[in-house]
């Protein structure tokens, strides 16, 4: 394909179904946003920012004189003042599952970032300079992609030790190979447009040419990337801390609380296993969601997967 | 093709030494690992003797190459806490492993690939948008917390199945699903994608032109040729569902290889940890190096376009 053909394929498949026009009307843009997963992730994220003023009690504290394992309020035996009971420490689950909503937030988006800038970067420069650099990063690349991602992170996580910014750092380490896949592939083509030759027979450095010229052209890709990566992300931290090796207590988890109330799954307390997994399906569900969005605003070529 | 061979095998070598040296530095540079030896707060000559024990005392290169010699001879070293080849307690607990891996293959079949063909064939329908419903959830929802309400369900508050263990089918189902389940909305979302781009094809539209039955056109015609990937994708799942199923052995009691990496990492054992942990590479550079040549065999295109 040639690229003019290329531009009008883009230009086509980018134009919305009402036609041009449709797209300045502020009441048609408003239709477009992603309502469902906004109307999820707003909440969430107000919840995780606000976490010390809406939380009823401390989330690391036993509540004096309340009692273990008492169920939600509706419940025979529950109480108003711990509307979604307790654990095992006579702490607030409610508060804890408002906690536990930053630690997935923050660790979701940072480690994104984390594994983002990396990939992106790795890829360009192994896609830009090729030749050994390539063939380095290349096999760097498909020696870690070999180690199923929760392995590898288990690995690194026994090794480092636990702590939340510590989980950031290995999932990033972790899933840094499929950005750098993806972008070293679209760098590969890029260097053989127009506007790149252009821009190096006028005499631009490599580095003004990546940073100018390449990297504005695959952070469409690299959002979309992310958008898909963010509930991965969060997912894997919830295992991680599951088994142990992930956010260490007290701090709360959603899934180090899913860990807390499994030894209580046998007598039938539920809500210490169902209230933190809902929260992550939701979350997860709803960044989903979004990149699928994100995926058709930003990238009309991957609009039928 | 034997040129693509030796060139794909010497690959995947090149490959499992990047593994092992990560593997090795990450050991050697997150920490000491007599530490990780050691039980907490150990008297220094006792943390002196395992070093020299281990062989931790010696340069890096030559503890690396000693690293390689293990991986080569298959033993990949020997566990701290079974004082036994890391190499025989993995192939130990393989058999376990592959009896759930190949369980959660058929369930993520019997879900993905029939909801897969339907949504491509009735694509843009509601029955699409239900298998699109279904490839979103299976990615939302973690599959060890799947377990665990399952075993909340069908186990305490309806007394189905038991809990965990290993045993009977009866055993097996709850750990199957669990685990088959992220893996049946992958498939789904690829056997759709393929189908889709096979019915948009020359051929098929050929042999709808020549008045073949629908449900000939995609049998014989469409299925087989969105086969492929999907089948590709299946073979690359087993292996990791052997591997990676740490979590759902971890809630079902399982006695797999995910277990014994679980077990590893709580005993201390770092020769166990770091001996699965390769494994499971060699396990997925190994079946890629497979499809890729079996890929090159079937279509010729690939063997000499590289």
């Known amino acids: 394909m040639s690229t003019s053909d290329r531009i009008d394929a883009v230009v086509l498949a980018a134009e919305p179904r009402g036609g041009p026009v449709a797209r300045r009307d502020w009441r048609g843009l408003l239709s477009e946003l992603p309502i469902l997963p906004l109307s999820i992730l707003v909440p969430f994220i ?138 070293r592939g679209e760098v590969l083509s890029l260097r053989e447009r127009e506007f790149v030759k252009l821009a190096e027979i006028a005499g631009a450095a490599p580095a003004r040419v990546i940073l100018r010229h390449i990297l504005p052209n695959v952070m469409n890709s ?80 991957l609009r039928n997967l | 093709m034997i040129r693509f061979v030796i060139r794909r095998t010497l690959y995947a070598v090149a490959t499992l030494l990047i593994l092992s040296l990560t593997i090795f530095l990450v050991i050697r540079m997150t920490g000491d690992p007599v530490t990780l030896l050691a039980e907490p707060g150990a008297r220094a000559e006792d943390l002196a003797r395992i070093r020299i024990e281990w062989g931790l005392d010696r340069p890096w290169p030559v503890q690396y190459l000693a690293f390689l010699k293990n991986i080569f001879t298959g033993q990949l070293g020997i566990s701290f806490n079974y004082e036994m080849p890391v190499s025989t307690l ?70 189905w199945l038991p809990t965990s263990g290993q045993g009977g089918w009866r055993n097996l189902v709850m750990p199957a699903v669990a685990l088959g389940w992220y893996f049946a909305a992958s498939l789904l979302r690829l056997t759709r994608s393929s189908m889709l781009e096979v019915l948009r094809s020359d051929y098929i539209k050929l042999a709808r032109l020549k008045g073949l039955p629908a449900w000939v056109v995609l049998a014989k015609h469409a299925f087989k040729n969105a086969l492929i990937p999907v089948l590709t994708l299946a073979g690359v799942n087993l292996v990791v569902m052997l591997n990676a199923a740490v979590i759902i052995e971890v809630v079902f009691a399982w006695p797999g290889i995910g277990r014994l990496l679980y077990e590893g990492v709580f005993q201390r054992d770092f020769p166990l940890v770091q001996g699965v942990v390769m494994e499971a590479g060699i396990m997925v550079v190994m079946i890629n190096l497979i499809i890729d040549i079996l890929y090159a065999y079937i279509d010729p295109r690939i063997r000499l376009g590289r």
């Open chain 2, 90 to 159: 993995y192939f130990q607990r393989l058999p376990n492993s592959l009896e759930l891996a190949a369980a959660a293959s058929l369930i993520s079949f019997l879900i993905g690939i029939p909801a897969g063909i339907i949504s491509a064939v009735r694509v843009n329908t509601w029955w699409d948008s239900l298998g699109k419903a279904l490839a979103l959830l299976g990615l939302s929802i973690p599959g060890f917390w799947l377990g665990l309400v399952m075993i909340l369900v069908f186990s305490v508050w309806l007394r």
């Open chain 1, 222 to 301: 690299a959002m979309v990337l992310a958008s898909l990566t963010i509930g991965v992300v969060i997912i894997a931290e919830a295992a991680l801390s599951f088994l142990g090796v992930g956010v260490p207590p007290p701090q709360p988890a959603w899934g180090s609380m899913l860990a807390d109330g499994r030894s209580m799954l046998m007598v039938g307390d539920w809500w210490l296993t169902v209230f933190p997994g809902l929260g992550i399906l939701l979350v997860v569900l709803a960044t989903q969601l979004l990149g699928d969005w994100l995926r058709v605003r930003l990238d009309p070529q």
């Open chain 1, 46 to 183: 107000l919840i995780a920012v606000f976490a010390n003023w809406i939380a009823p009690y401390d989330p690391t504290e036993p509540i004096p004189g309340a009692k273990i394992f008492a169920p939600p309020f509706w419940m025979p035996g529950g109480s108003v003042h711990t509307l979604l009971g307790t654990d095992f420490q006579a702490r607030d689950v409610l508060s804890r599952l408002i906690f536990g909503a930053r630690v997935s937030l923050i660790v979701g988006v940072t480690g994104t970032l984390v594994a983002g800038s990396i990939g992106t970067a790795l890829g360009t420069l192994a896609g830009y300079l090729g030749g050994w650099t390539d063939q380095v990063i290349m096999r760097v690349t498909d020696a870690w992609l070999a180690l199923p991602a929760i392995v590898f992170a288990i690995f690194l996580a026994t090794m480092v030790g636990p702590s939340m910014w510590n989980i950031v750092i290995i999932l990033g380490a972790v899933f840094w190979t499929r950005y750098a896949r993806v972008i």
